[in-house]
């Protein structure tokens, strides 16, 4: 069988504009055709505060080693960015996604956020007063986009990724990297 290898890190978040500490929860997504070996899919990265540069250091580790018969549905990272404000409340402050590079070798990936935006001016209020923000409820709108042409949302910082894609026995199923 195929086998692709993901080492590497979520280096860093950069520009979110909250002053409070971030942190990351993210899902490595793959279609039926793919089969985790070793790794975690799922994680979350330490909380940092933003520093002169308006970014958060997490340099969390990434190993993830999958096996497949096909390429279809190839990997992709979903983000979820969150805030922890000094009474210890947490909520949504970006959301990202990226698919995974398909050709191996080192790749540093800015993966851009978003967020919906405050449709009402109460909700501006709500958000500045009190904090939070409005939420995903599906999932599936961050990762196919489905649906998200529909929503109102605003721009957010970046994600800044470094990893290593190591591809083996891929030739033996006719996938060819020049």
């Known amino acids: 069988m195929a086998e692709l290898h993901i080492l590497g890190h979520l280096n860093c978040a950069q520009h979110f504009t909250e002053g409070y500490s971030l942190y990351c929860r993210y899902t490595v997504q793959a279609g039926p055709n793919w089969t985790l070996l070793s790794g975690c899919t799922e994680g979350q990265t330490s909380t940092g505060k933003p520093n002169t540069d308006n970014s958060v250091i997490w340099a969390h ?28 409340r947490s909520w949504v402050v970006g959301y990202g996604c990226t ?28 958000q500045y007063f009190l904090g939070g923000s409005h939420q995903i409820t599906q999932n599936d709108i961050i990762s196919l986009g489905n649906d998200r042409f ?8 970046f994600i800044e990724i470094n990893i290593c894609i190591i591809l083996r026995n891929f030739t033996q199923f006719g996938v060819e990297y020049k």
């Not at 190993?63 to 922890?84: A, E, M, S, Y």
């Not at 698919?99 to 191996?104: E, G």
């Not at 529909?150 to 910082?157: P, R």
């Open 99 to 126: 698919s995974l590079p398909t050709v191996p070798g080192y790749h540093t990936i800015r993966v851009p956020c978003w967020l919906p935006a405050a449709t009402s001016i109460s909700d501006s209020l709500r």
């Open 61 to 88: 580790p990434l190993d993830i080693h999958f096996v497949t018969r096909g390429i279809q549905g190839w990997p992709k990272l979903v983000f979820h960015v969150n805030c922890l404000d000094s009474l210890e």
């Open 150 to 157: 529909k929503l109102s949302t605003q721009s957010k910082g």
